[in-house]
């Protein structure tokens, strides 16, 4: 079975552009999580899908943060306008029910914003 | 005060070394707890689940303490490969909370 796919995996991009990550999940979990991770914060929720409806986003920054699950084999996570601080590693990770069971990750999407 | 606490580390140990981690979680309706591993720009990834009775897997031993709330996490007869990042889990309804990690460096 395919793991948990993220792209892109590598992005540089520039103050103020918009970045969309993207994330398919392991065929039948039905639970979505992204987590950005740094040095100085460590792994960090920002939000968490339960059968494509966001459960709990209060992990999310602040506005400039957005995720959609528009079906269950597909997320995005979009930040506009990006800052050099969203600069991170950004994975997401699937389970089959909740929160309670393990984590299946993706390889994770290293963000740079000069 | 963080949701689960982990020792900072590092950990510098020589091999064959036995090295052990705890993690402190505050919400008593934490429900279930697991230990991931992360090698240096990787993905987490599981490397054991936590139980009240414990739980063995060769060299690894986890151990819950409710009362206390804490886990604990034991490595016996530690391998070069052992080196890496040790992140602690705490989940309750809707929350996964990872520990920041301790790091493990094992040398010859």
Request: a neutral charge.
């Amino acid at each position: 079975d395919a793991g948990v796919i993220q792209s892109p995996r590598h992005e540089v991009t520039e103050m103020g552009q918009e970045v969309t990550l993207r994330c398919k999940p392991i065929s039948g979990h039905n639970s979505l999580f992204w987590y950005r991770q740094t040095m100085m914060r460590g792994l960090e929720l920002l939000i968490y899908f339960n059968n494509n409806v966001p459960i709990d986003d209060s992990g999310m920054p602040e506005d400039r943060f957005s995720a959609k699950m528009p079906n269950a084999s597909f997320s995005t996570l979009k930040i506009q306008p990006s800052e050099p601080r969203d600069s991170a590693v950004y994975f997401c990770a699937t389970s089959r029910g909740g929160t309670t069971g393990e984590l299946f990750f993706g390889e994770g999407s290293r963000l740079t914003v000069l | 005060r963080k949701e689960v606490e982990q020792d900072p580390g590092p950990f510098n140990v020589p091999e064959g070394a036995t090295v052990a981690f705890n993690c402190t979680y505050s919400n008593s309706a934490s429900q279930s707890f697991f230990w991931y591993r992360q090698d240096c720009r990787k993905e987490p990834k599981l490397l054991m689940s936590v139980y009240s009775s414990g739980n063995e897997d060769g060299r690894f031993t986890a151990q819950l303490n409710r009362a206390s709330q804490y886990i604990s996490l034991l490595i016996r007869d530690s391998k070069l490969s052992d080196s890496a990042t040790y992140l602690c889990v705490v989940n309750r309804p809707s929350k996964s909370t990872f520990g920041d990690g301790t790091t493990l460096t094992v040398k010859p």
